[in-house]
T-cell receptor
Framework: AQTVTQSQPEMSVQEAETVTLSCTYDTSESDYYLFWYKQPPSRQMILVIRQEAYKQQNATENRFSVNFQKAAKSFSLKISDSQLGDAAMYFC???????????FGTGTLLAVQP | EPEVTQTPSHQVTQMGQEVILRCVPISNHLYFYWYRQILGQKVEFLVSFYNNEISEKSEIFDDQFSVERPDGSNFTLKIRSTKLEDSAMYFC???????????FGPGTRLTVL
């Protein structure tokens, strides 16, 4: 069965600095998709970034980028120039194989210090 | 920008009562989902729906749960006889294709007393 692990329950970063959130996953599939979702205090789930496993190039979205290491089954999120509005819970999620459900990690709560 | 909407935003009910949570997915999407998040825990998959039928469901989605797409726009989750442990945030999501990103609604907070 596929699993997603986020080993950092909480992280903190200074405003304007860079932070990296870790995610590892386990799957026997070769074709799958990985996502990072942001959940602010409003509890809305907001898609941050998506990575297709067949693509070697790491996805980027403005200040957000990923480091996708397929062999290591690692999918970390880097937030550059952190802003106060980045403070939220961040969930890593997997979608692949015959299933179309998202499998989420336990989340990392990111605090941004002014 | 199109978005997924959910109503109500907060529902309070007594144990044993039936509740219906409503969702309007993004209009050209074909796949619909329900997830739930118990406070402080991770988001868990409940059910996926495609072509007017359930395509996948989790162990959580027992006989007390049902989903329906009663018309061309709404997608509902019904809990027949609520239990205290059903208290959670319920998220509806939709995607255009199976492998595409899923867009989430704002959630319905269900409180069972």
């Amino acid at each position: 069965a596929q699993t997603v692990t986020q080993s950092q329950p909480e992280m903190s970063v200074q405003e304007a600095e860079t932070v990296t959130l870790s995610c590892t996953y386990d799957t026997s599939e070769s074709d799958y998709y990985l996502f990072w979702y942001k959940q602010p205090p409003s509890r809305q789930m907001i898609l941050v970034i998506r990575q297709e496993a067949y693509k070697q190039q790491n996805a980027t979205e403005n200040r957000f980028s990923v480091n996708f290491q397929k062999a290591a089954k690692s999918f970390s999120l880097k937030i550059s120039d952190s802003q106060l509005g980045d403070a939220a819970m961040y969930f890593c999620a997997y979608n692949g194989g015959a299933t179309n459900k998202l499998i989420f990690g336990t989340g990392t709560l990111l605090a941004v210090q002014p | 920008e199109p978005e997924v909407t959910q109503t109500p935003s907060h529902q309070v009910t007594q144990m044993g009562q039936e509740v219906i949570l409503r969702c309007v997915p993004i209009s050209n999407h074909l796949y619909f989902y329900w997830y739930r998040q118990i406070l402080g825990q991770k988001v868990e998959f409940l059910v996926s729906f495609y072509n007017n039928e359930i395509s996948e469901k989790s162990e959580i989605f027992d006989d007390q749960f049902s989903v329906e797409r009663p018309d061309g726009s709404n997608f509902t989750l019904k809990i027949r006889s609520t239990k205290l442990e059903d208290s959670a945030m319920y998220f509806c999501a939709s995607s255009a294709l199976r492998e595409n990103e899923q867009f989430f609604g704002p959630g319905t907070r269900l409180t069972v007393l």
